[in-house]
Each structure stands twice: as structure tokens, then as C-alpha cells.
Nanobody, 122 residues
Framework: QVQLVESGGGLVQAGGSLRLSCAASGRTFSRYTMAWFRQAPGKEREKITA????????YYADSVKGRFTISRDNAKNTVYLQMSTLKPEDTAVYYC???????????????WGQGTQVTVSS
């Protein structure tokens, strides 16, 4: 069992930056591929980035490539999402998710955080 708690969301102006954190419980964090999803009102949930449990490889959706950076600190059981050059269309609830021993291409995640709101004003 893994419990995930996101933090760091808020209101930011377009062009600004924000860093989200996701703290995981348990002693097996290093076995989990971690991902960030987001869901805007009226839209489907979108997987935007993931980082591998094994080799640190990363995946980015085209919508965030070059602006967002995912990283993890296994010693702190935490995954981060550094968001830069934010746009109003980045406004959404952001969720972190965990999948044990999976690849960064996996669409199936077993554990989810409660989400944190990110609002980008124009």
C-alpha cells in the first residue's frame, strides 16, 4: 500500500513557475514508477509525465515537453513536478500516481493522490 499526498498547487500568473510535490508513505517508494496526471474541467484526465523506478527515464506529453520537469528523491519518498512558462491552459487539478515495477509508458496506476489545484491566470 502506498499513500500519496500532493502539495504546492496554487494560483500563478501566466509565464510563472510552480513546483508540485508528492510525498509517498511506505518503504518501497523506489519500486514505483511515478507519474503526474491532470484534469481540467470538462476534459479527460491526461497523463503528462512519468519517471521510471529503475533507471530514471522520463516521459513527457507534448503539451508540457520543454516546460515541465519531473524528478524524484527516493531518500525522501517524494516526486516533484517543476512547472515553468505556465499557460492558462495548464489550469487543472494535478494528481500524482504510482505503479509498481512498471514502465513509463504504462497507463495503469494503482495508487493516486487526492489532487492539488493549479490555476494559471492570463
Amino acid at each position: 500500500q502506498v499513500q500519496l499526498v500532493e502539495s504546492g498547487g496554487g494560483l500563478v500568473q501566466a509565464g510563472g513557475s510552480l513546483r508540485l510535490s508528492c510525498a509517498a508513505s511506505g518503504r518501497t517508494f523506489s519500486r514505483y514508477t511515478m507519474a503526474w496526471f491532470r484534469q481540467a474541467p470538462g476534459k479527460e484526465r491526461e497523463k503528462i509525465t512519468a519517471i521510471s523506478w529503475s533507471d530514471g527515464n522520463t516521459y513527457y506529453a507534448d503539451s508540457v515537453k520543454g516546460r515541465f520537469t519531473i524528478s524524484r528523491d527516493n531518500a525522501k519518498n517524494t516526486v516533484y513536478l517543476q512547472m515553468s512558462t505556465l499557460k492558462p491552459e495548464d489550469t487543472a487539478v494535478y494528481y500524482c500516481a504510482a505503479s509498481e515495477y512498471s514502465t513509463i509508458w504504462s497507463a495503469k496506476y494503482d495508487y493516486w493522490g487526492q489532487g492539488t489545484q493549479v490555476t494559471v491566470s492570463s
